[in-house]
T-cell receptor
Framework: QKEVEQDPGPLSVPEGAIVSLNCTYS??????FMWYRQYSRKGPELLMY????GNKEDGRFTAQVDKSSKYISLFIRDSQPSDSATYLC????????????FGTGTLLAVQP | DTGVSQNPRHKITKRGQNVTFRCDPI?????LYWYRQTLGQGPEFLTY????????KSRLLSDRFSAERPKGSFSTLEIQRTEQGDSAMYLC????????????????FGEGSRLTVL
């Protein structure tokens, strides 16, 4: 079993739709949770970061963590064609190394 | 542009040849990471440097792989006797000290070096 499981997609939605992306993780020792966005042929870039259970909002993006069920979600409101990318959830144990463990990624296409 | 720079962006080689990739991190970042990403998968951790010291290596890093960061600045990743299974995107990332210790855990990635082994 992988340490981080992510819905594989791909996901295709019309412009303006609400998008829900999800991951589960297996190790309760994971402390930090992140969402990275990766455009085609580019490196990943940090989109959202959370530490505790609950919601964190940044513009059209909301990250949600439920540590009791080991569930991570990213919601995108009013999705735009420019949101079309692969979304990667990631986590780490904290500490000095900052070694990230990524999910497989979900490819999102927002149709204009 | 002062981001993470990787070269070459794409390398095509024949099985059995050696290849070397270079990464220039963001100048003030002490930490440097190498990841490997295959098609349809997320990045997988390979190795990590704190300045010039290689502090952690993944089991994915077989003895055909060697990474160096001789002066604590740029890093190289060499793959000897390449195999078709080595075909992947090799991503380099850097971060400042303190990232992960209650900081935002952000790694700054380069655009990657794509390896195709024929």
């Amino acid at each position: 079993q992988k340490e981080v499981e992510q819905d594989p997609g791909p996901l295709s939605v019309p412009e303006g739709a609400i998008v829900s992306l999800n991951c589960t993780y297996s190790n309760s020792a994971f402390q930090y949770f992140m969402w990275y966005r990766q455009y085609s042929r580019k490196g990943p870039e940090l989109l959202m970061y959370t530490y505790s259970s609950g919601n964190k909002e940044d513009g059209r993006f909301t990250a949600q963590v439920d540590k009791s069920s080991k569930y991570i979600s990213l919601f995108i409101r009013d999705s735009q064609p420019s949101d079309s990318a692969t979304y990667l959830c990631a986590t780490n144990y904290g500490g000095a190394t900052n070694k990230l463990i990524f999910g497989t990624g979900t490819l999102l296409a927002v149709q204009p | 542009d002062t981001g993470v720079s990787q070269n070459p962006r794409h390398k095509i080689t024949k099985r059995g040849q050696n290849v070397t990739f270079r990464c220039d991190p963001i100048s003030e970042h002490n930490r440097l990471y190498w990841y490997r990403q295959t098609l349809g998968q997320g990045p997988e951790f390979l190795t990590y440097f704190q300045n010039e010291a290689q502090l952690e290596k993944s089991r994915l890093l077989s003895d055909r792989f060697s990474a160096e960061r001789p002066k604590g600045s740029f890093s190289t990743l060499e793959i000897q006797r390449t195999e078709q299974g080595d075909s992947a995107m090799y991503l380099c990332a850097s971060s400042p000290d303190g990232a992960g210790q209650g900081a935002n855990g952000e790694l700054f990635f380069g655009e990657g070096s794509r390896l195709t082994v024929l």
